[in-house]
């Protein structure tokens, strides 16, 4: 885990409980603070699973299945998380590189903001293969949607099927048109069941979607345990080898139109990393909304400086 924050932390304190890793090793450029946090999750490993936890160094990385990277700044209440990359880019370019170096046989799971291009931007500079460099994506934007959802039809999140694709941020696009409740869309599962549902109510969850880091993060200035989980849940499904599909951001190839962006669609995750992405039947305003995403997040990656 490089980076020790709220996100690193809160995923390791996930990770612990899940018994899923025998060693965690946590880095960050702030020592003392991998060395606290290292302490504290230890000493939770008695009501958990063995685990060997310390606050290590980037050769500690040999050897790691995924090393996950939440290093660097925040989002700012006033920020948008494309602002951010400037500020980051450079932090991940050289983790990156760093882990690339001393663990080229393993995966590189990217949380850090804006996430899309930080994904992009650790492929280039790691010397992995882009199946092993992966962006949180929108995992964290699909679960809140799902919940979103479950709460107004009022049945379990797990139960409640869909995706949020593209960026992870303002240009997201909730995938409406397969949204599905035990394969009936969500229009015909609400008129089954007595449920208002208009064109208010798709604009109220999307927006709620989308916005829901800011109105965290302006009640208490920071999100991390659903994302800690998210990660959490990504890595699992790398560790077991297990083909579960998640929006996490992948190089696109061509899929959708799109070539050589990093973004969010639904992927096969595996011990191999991204195995496949999907190409999902969309709508022709989600596929337009999709095309754009793309752009804003080529414009970012464009406007970062060039790599040293
Ligand atoms: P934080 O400030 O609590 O933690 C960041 C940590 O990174 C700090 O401990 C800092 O010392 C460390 N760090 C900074 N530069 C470093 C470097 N060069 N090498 C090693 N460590 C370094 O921040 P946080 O709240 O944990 O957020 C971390 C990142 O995760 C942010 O970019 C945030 O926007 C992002 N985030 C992503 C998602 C998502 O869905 N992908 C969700 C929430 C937050």
């Given at each position: 885990m490089v980076g020790a924050g709220h996100v690193g932390a809160s995923f390791a304190y996930a990770l612990v409980l899940s018994g899923l890793a025998s060693e965690i090793v946590l880095i960050d450029a702030d020592r003392r603070r991998a060395e606290g946090e290292a302490m504290d999750l230890a000493h939770a490993v008695p009501f958990a699973k063995p685990a060997r936890i310390w606050d290590g160094d980037y050769?500690?990385?040999?050897?790691?299945a995924v090393t996950v990277v939440a290093a660097g700044g925040g989002q700012r209440p006033d920020e948008t998380r494309l602002d951010l990359a400037r500020r980051n880019a450079a932090i991940a370019a050289s983790i990156a590189q760093r882990v690339g170096e001393v663990n080229p046989g393993g995966t590189i799971l990217v949380a850090t903001n804006p996430v899309d291009v930080l994904a992009h931007v650790a492929w280039r500079s790691s010397g992995l293969p882009a199946e092993r460099v992966i962006g949180s994506g929108t995992i964290l934007d699909t679960a809140r949607f799902r919940w979103l959802l479950s709460d107004h039809l009022g049945?379990?999140?797990?139960?409640v099927h869909g995706f949020v694709i593209g960026?992870?941020?303002?240009?997201?696009?909730?995938?409406?048109?397969?949204?599905?409740?035990a394969g009936m869309r969500i229009p015909d599962f609400c008129a089954a069941n007595g449920i208002p549902f208009d064109a208010s109510i798709v604009h109220g969850i999307d927006a709620r979607t989308r916005e829901a880091a800011y109105e965290i993060i302006e009640r208490k200035g920071a999100t991390y345990y659903a994302v800690g989980a998210g990660l959490l849940r990504i890595v699992e499904a790398i560790l077991r080898d297990q083909r579960t599909v998640l929006s996490v951001s992948a190089l696109t190839?061509?899929?959708?139109?799109?070539?050589?962006v990093y973004l969010s669609l639904p992927a096969i995750v595996g011990r191999r990393g991204v195995e496949r992405v999907l190409q999902l039947n969309l709508s022709v305003v989600e596929a337009a909304a999709l095309r754009r995403s793309a752009e804003i997040l080529r414009g970012a990656l464009d406007g970062l400086p060039a790599p040293a």
């Open positions: 050769p500690d990385c040999a050897g790691a049945v379990d999140p797990h139960s960026e992870h941020g303002d240009s997201e696009v909730p995938v409406w048109s397969s949204a599905n409740v190839r061509g899929v959708h139109g799109i070539e050589d």
